[in-house]
């Protein structure tokens, strides 16, 4: 049988080629000239060519335990040869186990999960237990927000890019199932201003109290919309705001879960406990697990039956276990914390050096740093140039933001100290050239 672990495989322009004749063309993908990865271990990536990259973007905020973590790895496969799946219509242990686990680390008094396979379909799930415990339809989420390629997921989405749904209404206009309000980015400047956090608060207050609203759902840091961090008071008010309408707050703690902020949980470093939170992404480390997970009250309003296939099978709920295990043994969240300082005030440091770098922002692992010309607009172009040469260097890192201007720094929670300083030297070199 072919060996694909072994480095030398098809060349990337095989690859390429595959991908123009086969792939409906939405499939896009990073770099001009995009590596063929054949291999992964903890924070390192290899290319066919046998080359080696430190990854700083742990596969859109999935692998933070690490690529093909050993004890994760081993965890799925034994359970893989033992049982691998019969679907939550039949008993079986490791379901129920990682329902007990998410209980005892969930924000407040969330102790239900139900579990599926994507954040899109987490956040489905989430908008459904909104609606039959409110009665209620409309869905309210905020711009720079992203939830989803569900038709729900879509239209709660903020981001004009990912609203593909031709059916969809211009952000900010109100559809027959959702309203995207106001967010808190600042277009022109590039940063979250103190007016957009009160304009925002104050269409979400006029909106709730319309009381046709089932759940507004956010982001506690917009992951895809450029790494912009809810300030602390502005999710308060948000909660506040909500109970006081009778409206559920759904946390989309898809990728920003299991430790990345440096708290287990983005939303928890607010004080705010929201009614649900929707986790994928970092929970499987990379094998397909997602989950939305409900208070007690919210959970009662959902008995008619609902089942995902596949959802919360044996090898994905023991790989997920397992990363629980690996977080709390390798002490994954303060670790997350501490590299975290060392990058965020690495990358101050270059933005007082390169007046390029407009911003920097996020929690944790989670930062992004944002690109602007001299004329203060967004530098995309740029973006893709440092990408691009960090790649050439040995250093994947990401971009995303509603202009895809922002450098998105993600790793794996289990780089260490030389591998944020390697980063920092090739981001200062690509600067230099940018
Ligand atoms: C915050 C957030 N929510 C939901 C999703 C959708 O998750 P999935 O791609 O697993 O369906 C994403 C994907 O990037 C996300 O970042």
Redesign the pocket.
Known sequence: MKDYNTPRDASPDELLAGKARWLVPCSKHFYERPPHFVRGLMQYLWDSEGKRYLDFFSG??VNSCGHCNPAIVEAAAAQMARLQHLSSIYLTAPAMELAERLAAIMPGGISRSFFCN??????EGAFLAARLHTGNRRLLSIEG?????TFL?MATTGIPMWRTDPFLPAIGEPGPDATVLPGIYDKASGRVTDENCARSIAAIGQAMSAGDAAAIIV?PI???GGIVPLPDNYLLELRRLASASGVLMIA?E???GFGRSGSMFAVGQSGVEPDIV?V??ALGNGTPV?AYCATEAVASSFTRPSASTLGGNPVSAAAAIAVLDYIDAEGLVERAAALGARLESGLRELAARHPCLADVRGRGLMLGAELRKPDGSPDPEGADLVLEFAKDRGLIVGKNGLYRNVLAFQPPLVIVESDVDFALGVIEAALQTV
């Open positions: 859109v905020s994507s954040g899109s379909e987490a956040n927000g992203l939830h989803g390629r997921g982001e917009q992951g895809n989309d898809v990728q920003t929707t994928a992404k997602a």
